[in-house]
């Protein structure tokens, strides 16, 4: 599948504070795992609440072909604006965990 964290992900500010938490490597990559699929299916929610019932369909058979640019290009005719609340979806999660991670410090 897609990783649409990797394309819309802030990770280095995430990997960064990764960093300074006493973990081994191999915890740390399973924690980076789990957030790349978290965000990842956070940004399919957001876009899949943009789009009807029938692109949804299509939208999912694309993501799974993993053809990156058909799949982007199929969301910017369908929806509007979904740039910019993509981003918006990961500044706030990235927030989030930027801000768990320095809680648990």
Same mark, same amino acid.
């Given at each position: 599948?897609?990783?649409?964290?990797?394309?819309?992900?802030?990770?280095?500010?995430?990997?960064?504070?990764?960093?300074?938490?006493?973990?081994?490597?191999?915890?740390?990559?399973?924690?980076?795992?789990?957030?790349?699929?978290?965000?990842?299916?956070?940004?399919?929610?957001?876009?899949?609440?943009?789009?009807?019932?029938? %692109?949804?369909?299509?939208?999912? +058979?694309? *993501?799974?072909? =993993?053809?990156?640019?058909? &799949? @982007?290009?199929? $969301? #910017?005719?369908?929806?509007? %604006?979904?740039?910019?609340?993509? +981003?918006? *979806?990961?500044? =706030?999660?990235?927030?989030? &965990? @930027?801000?768990? $991670? #320095?809680?648990?410090?």
């Amino acid at each position: 599948m897609i990783s649409f964290y990797q394309r819309f992900g802030q990770t280095k500010l995430i990997h960064e504070e990764l960093i300074l938490l006493d973990l081994a490597e191999e915890e740390r990559q399973q924690l980076l795992r789990l957030l790349e699929n978290t965000f990842n299916h956070k940004i399919l929610s957001a876009v899949m609440e943009e789009l009807t019932d029938e %692109d949804k369909v299509v939208f999912l +058979e694309k *993501v799974t072909q =993993e053809d990156e640019v058909a &799949v @982007v290009e199929f $969301i #910017r005719l369908k929806t509007n %604006d979904i740039e910019n609340k993509i +981003e918006l *979806v990961v500044r =706030e999660l990235t927030q989030q &965990v @930027v801000d768990d $991670i #320095r809680e648990v410090r």
